[in-house]
């Protein structure tokens, strides 16, 4: 290890950042990424994101440690001297199972010890990138009909099937809720980000204009394995067939006061931040016992007042059913949303469970209050030019809305995740503009979407 090339780059990266900081224009974060991997080379990935210009000599890498749980020692021992900074555990769905795994990373039981400082080192996971969407699995979800959204299911590079308990993040949350209601501790009570993971130094590009995730390596329809190649490539060495599976994701919406490095910095440990697909949507998510109504023209401030926002606790009342206001607007420039979604997990008898309800529909669809799912709303798409359904979906959606099995004795979360009409995947458009079919073996179109953070209902004897 040549010390003196990783403290050369490690200031270059720390100068570039403070230099080309703004406040209230462009905020700039000094950060990197720790790759520490599990034995296996299990993904356990985390992006350190330090709060101002106080940073540390050199970073913490996997060369000093690939267990997780020593950086969080390294970040504790920086803030104690002031140096205050956050991590945030990504590409999850890679790790094997082991991002949140019931035991430590080497083996033993999780306690409140390490609960406490995983979360105070780690507020926000990922849910969302290039490499797949960590939200859930179809097998931990069989009856959600939109948890098969950028799944991979096999080890970069193999055809190995990939484990999906303890690798994706709704999966973590109710872990998190049955270890609160069995020990006393929630180790996964995580606010939700969305982010590239791109290796061209860019933030995520739209559908119609994805660039790739690797530079040169897949810098066009044909590398990234969307197009049919034009040349022999006998050895494999150009067409990377693994990319055509890679998402066009993902972006983090942040709640601040302000565009300023503390204010953002602020909202990420609050966890007022939400994830999107790649849209640049936005999501208000509130809960509480004395919300104001869906039309007053004060919603958001009286909601501040008489609720809690996403990422919060909303302590039960015994003889009270809280209400829910979520409200979200559509990108300017990506499709329509279709439908306004919550997703419920909470703990009964030693049991995780979990329930996706439609709560509000475009087009003035009515929710279906047998199935708590609005119908289709039609909108289709044109895979000859890629146009869209004009005159169908909602610029916002926004309802007041009660969970109709709601028990103030059960540990729950609630996050809210919204879904835009379909719309063509990237592969389509390289397909499209190079006059060819598209792939059949991946997706034609999708549905773009975003995620809140989410809501935890706390038992009073909790």
């Known amino acids: 290890m040549d010390v003196e090339v990783i403290t050369t780059a490690w200031n270059d990266i720390v100068e570039t950042a403070n230099r080309h900081n703004d406040p209230g224009n462009f905020t700039t974060f000094v950060a990197y990424e720790y790759t520490g991997t599990g034995p296996n080379r299990e993904m356990l990935h985390r992006n350190v994101i330090f709060r101002d210009s106080n940073a540390p000599d050199l970073p913490f890498s996997r060369l000093d440690s690939d267990n997780p749980a020593d950086l969080w020692d390294w970040m504790d021992n920086n803030r104690s001297i002031g140096i205050e900074s956050l991590a945030i555990p990504h590409n999850s769905n890679y790790s094997e199972g082991l991002m949140f795994d019931l035991v430590d990373y080497n083996g033993n039981p999780l306690d409140s010890a390490y609960a406490d400082q995983r979360m105070r080192n780690e507020p926000l996971v990922e849910i969302t990138q290039v490499k797949g969407t960590s939200e859930t699995h179809p097998a931990l979800s069989p009856n959600d009909e939109w948890a098969n959204f950028g799944v991979l299911y096999t080890r970069i590079g193999t055809d190995v099937l990939i484990q999906p308990e303890g690798a994706y993040v709704r999966d973590a949350l109710l872990n998190g809720i049955r270890l609160q209601e069995e020990q006393d501790f929630n180790p996964f009570k995580y606010g939700i980000s969305g982010s590239s993971d791109t290796h061209n130094g860019t933030a995520v590009g739209s559908e119609d204009d994805f660039y790739g995730v690797s530079g040169l390596l897949d810098s ?56 999107t697909s790649g849209p640049r949507l936005k999501v208000r998510f509130f809960a509480g016992h004395d919300l104001p109504e869906i039309d007053d023209s004060e919603l958001v401030a009286k909601a501040y007042e008489g609720g809690v926002t996403m990422g919060g606790d909303l302590i039960a009342e015994s003889d009270g059913v809280p209400s829910f206001i979520a409200w979200a607007a559509k990108d300017p420039n990506s499709a329509p949303l279709q439908r306004l979604q919550i997703i419920k997990g909470w703990v009964e008898g030693g049991e995780m469970y979990e329930q996706v309800y439609d709560i509000a529909c475009s087009d003035r669809i009515v929710v279906d209050p047998t199935t708590n ?31 109709p099995n709601y028990d103030p004795t059960r540990n729950a979360f609630y996050y809210v995740r919204a879904l835009e009409n379909p719309s063509c995947r990237w592969s389509t458009w390289d397909a499209m ?7 059949p073996d991946v997706p034609a179109t ?17």
């Open 220 to 275: 066009n329809g044909q590398r990234r394995g969307s197009v049919p190649l034009d040349t022999p490539d006998p050895d494999g060495s150009l067409y990377f067939d693994r990319y055509a599976r890679f998402g066009a994701s993902g972006m983090t919406g942040v709640w601040a006061e302000e565009n300023t490095r503390e204010a953002i910095y602020d909202a990420f440990r609050r966890k007022e931040t939400f994830g």
């Open 373 to 403: 799912r609005c119908d289709d709303n039609g909108a289709t798409v044109n895979l000859e030019n890629c146009s869209i359904s004009s005159n169908l979906g909602a610029s916002e959606l926004r309802v007041k809305w009660t969970d």
């Open 433 to 439: 503009r190079a006059g060819v079919d598209p792939r």
């Open 446 to 462: 999708i549905q773009e979407r975003l995620w809140s953070s989410p809501i935890w209902i706390i038992p009073e004897r909790n």
